[in-house]
């Protein structure tokens, strides 16, 4: 029995040392809208997260900075409109459609379009190559005698 108390003493010490976790909002009104708009940003180190769900260390450093912006009083739009400004159209999960993005919200049709384009004229020319390949009345009947004489020889 007291073998298990001292090895439990140190655990017991240990969890009657611990306490309440500190509440990670201080304002949270502020975290609300903070969790709004980083989940319509990307993490520019993870670049498939969005930086409400990142981990890293400059994902901590922009919600940071975005927090900031929040407690200025600056409004979602110009937030956006400021890591756009500082780092590109690439922090937003969804980017305007501008000239400079078009190939991000049109270049995945473009590419549908000319697949779909190449596979008809494949497509079409396989047809001809097969109709031209066809054969005559008289080329089948000498395959049926060539077939004939060679079942019987």
Known sequence: MVFIVA???????????ATEAQP?????????????????LRCLVCQNESLASSHAKLADDLREEVRSLIK???SDDEIKAFLTARYGDFVLYRPTVKPMTWALWFGPFALLLVALTAMLVY???RQRHQTAAA???EELKKAE???????SA
């Open 7 to 17: 090895l439990n003493g140190p655990l017991l010490a240990g969890a009657s040392m």
């Open 24 to 40: 990670t909002a201080q304002d949270p009104v502020v975290e609300a809208r903070l969790v709004n708009i980083s989940g319509d």
């Open 72 to 74: 200025q009083n600056q």
């Open 123 to 125: 497509l079409r020319q």
């Open 135 to 137: 054969w005559t009345e």
């Open 145 to 151: 005698r060539l077939l004939k004489d060679g079942e």
